[in-house]
């Protein structure tokens, strides 16, 4: 303890040095003279000194826990809190039961602006979970994924702006629309991988911005499409407060939905050959597992939920503009992902939840939100690499056969 005590002191000591013409020397020009903040230097030397503790204690935890995961110890004998409540019905039920009463009851408690904000939240987590299939099961990047939530919103936005047609018919047409422009994209880089993968779909996200930038005479340009309807209810005339909170409701249908067929195609035959591709691509093949169907399939399936929520997303706002689509949009939402777990669907939801309100709810801290977010990030990819909940791996065991029954 006292070597850790002795390395967070010059450490200290060394920030102090850094910080010392910002923190502590200003010129006042108007007056000519030189404030001296003495306080500030030594809030910088105790935050250093306190950061660097606990720094230290967490890289020797971490050290502690690989050394049991390689001494072969039952992983069974070792769950955390936090993998039982996601493994045993007798906790994670009762959590289920408070969340679905708090959900269903947060548009009475909140005024109609926390309402939209959790709209756009559960927009994030749809996408966060349709993008988790293309890059956290199948193993394929995508940096190019708000094209597809571009593809869906303009859809709905161009067929109401010249037929008319309303936000139900527009909603299956948005998915489809997305999956067939998925599948546009997966069959040329069907043999790409790594970087080049990445180059390409970043390249597809750009692209499909500058056409709906250029091609006015149907996506109207720069200038957006305004005036689209929201979700109609049977042809209720609804206020901005009412369709909100039906927008909220909406949403949350969607995500069950989403986490539902999500869930089910993760165990199916698609999806453990989802799992195989990203695993060992060469090795699947050789199982006999199609290629082609495969990778189509995963990028048809993740464009589909992001046009689908591209439909709410043009009804939330009412105007859709290429400004709302760019690449930050895609590198949110692979964030999510990353951030969430890789191929875990509670693991999504929470971060997409967490990335999408933090910001809001930190407006006090507007100058250093984003420093915030730069540090959680770095320090997830540090202690947390597979993610605020990893994704459990189906373990097979076969039961041992005694020689005496074998004999017998």
Known sequence: MSD???????????FVFLTFPLMVVKVNTLKNTVEWRWMNMLWVAIGAFVLSLLWRWALERRQ???KEAESGEDESTRLGFGQRLLVEPKLYKPVLAV????????????????????????????????????????????????????VGAYTYGILNSFWGIGFWTSLPIGGLMGALFG????????????????????????????????WEEVTNGAKGIAGIPRPGFFGADMSITSATTYTYYLMILMVIFTIFITNRLKDSRIGRAW?????????????GVDMAKTKLGAYAFGAFWAGLVGVIFAARNTYINPNSFTFMESALVLSIV????????VGVIIAALVLI??????????????????AIMVLMMIFRPEGLIANVRRKYRGHKVMTEDVNA
Do not use: H
């Open 357 to 374: 309100l933090m910001p809001e709810y930190l407006r006090a801290f507007s100058e250093y939100r984003m420093l915030m977010f730069g």
């Open 64 to 66: 502690l826990k690989n």
């Open 183 to 214: 599948i546009a994209l997966g069959f040329p880089i069907l043999r790409l991988r790594g970087d080049y993968l990445a180059i390409v779909t970043l390249g597809f996200g750009s692209i499909a911005k500058i056409v709906i930038e250029n």
């Open 338 to 345: 990353v951030m969430g777990g890789m191929g875990s669907i």
């Open 275 to 287: 799992m195989a591709l990203r695993e060992d691509e060469i090795a699947c093949v050789a199982m």
């Open 4 to 14: 850790y005590m002795k390395r967070s002191f010059l450490v200290a000591l060394w």
């Open 99 to 150: 969340l679905f009463v708090a959900t269903i009851a947060f548009p009475l408690l909140f005024d109609i602006y926390q309402t939209n904000i959790m709209v756009l939240a559960l927009v994030f987590v749809v996408l966060g979970l349709g993008l988790n299939v293309t890059v956290g099961l199948a193993g394929l990047l995508d940096l190019g994924y708000v094209a597809f939530f571009a």
